[in-house]
T-cell receptor
Framework: DVKVTQSSRYLVKRTGEKVFLECVQDMDHENMFWYRQDPGLGLRLIYF???????EKGDIPEGYSVSREKKERFSLILESASTNQTSMYLC??????????????FGQGTRLTVV | GDSVTQMEGPVTLSEEAFLTINCTYT??????LFWYVQYPGEGLQLLLK?????DKGSNKGFEATYRKETTSFHLEKGSVQVSDSAVYFC????????????FGQGTELSVKP
């Protein structure tokens, strides 16, 4: 069974902390994505990566960075957490840029609260 | 630019009612089209897809037809159940951006017994 695993379901962090959200996929996918989900705004892409050490900014990259040192792992970093980053964070992976007819697989999500 | 527009929710229906959730898109070329579903407390999962014009995707009683002429991919189900209560997302991959997926804003469906 294919799997995308996010390291935490729930996180509570303090303002100003550096926060790491980890995502691992076991499908040898080239593409990996980080989305943020907020009520009324749907899913917004923060960053995506189509290869190891490659990354592209999405629609809302400000305040975030990412790391992809290994193909199976894609980390989202909040350099200095702020209350407006309280949200649900979803990681996803897909086969790659050359396989656009195939779907993305999602993790369970991490609900982050910044206090 | 590329975009996906979905019918706004929330939508509340009685069990066995007919469901339509509208989705239209703007994209370069003729991409595959997807519907994802998110059940409470879970991540998104693929509900159905269509890869070319006039294709009909179907799964769990849901259907959607790829309409190139109207750039639409409306989701339908003839008789909804309480277990269909979820948030539904229409999605399109962007060909010239490495297959990045863009999503509609999501439509929350609540089915009452």
């Amino acid at each position: 069974d294919v799997k995308v695993t996010q390291s935490s379901r729930y996180l509570v962090k303090r303002t100003g902390e550096k926060v790491f959200l980890e995502c691992v996929q076991d499908m040898d996918h080239e593409n990996m994505f980080w989305y943020r989900q907020d009520p009324g705004l749907g899913l917004r892409l923060i960053y995506f990566s189509y290869d190891v050490k490659m990354k592209e900014k999405g629609d809302i990259p400000e305040g975030y960075s990412v790391s992809r040192e290994k193909k199976e792992r894609f980390s989202l970093i909040l350099e200095s957490a702020s209350t407006n980053q309280t949200s649900m964070y979803l990681c996803a992976s897909s086969l790659g840029p050359g396989a656009l007819n195939t779907e993305a697989f999602f993790g369970q999500g991490t609900r982050l609260t910044v206090v | 630019g590329d975009s996906v527009t979905q019918m706004e929710g929330p939508v509340t229906l009685s069990e066995e009612a007919f469901l339509t959730i509208n989705c239209t898109y703007t994209a370069t070329g003729y991409p595959s089209l997807f519907w994802y579903v998110q059940y409470p407390g879970e991540g998104l999962q693929l509900l159905l897809k269509a890869t070319k014009a006039d294709d009909k995707g179907s799964n769990k009683g849901f259907e959607a037809t790829y309409r190139k002429e109207t750039t639409s991919f409306h989701l339908e189900k003839g008789s909804v159940q309480v277990s269909d209560s979820a948030v539904y997302f229409c999605a399109v991959p962007i060909y010239n951006q490495g297959g990045k997926l863009i999503f509609g804003q999501g439509t929350e469906l609540s089915v009452k017994p």
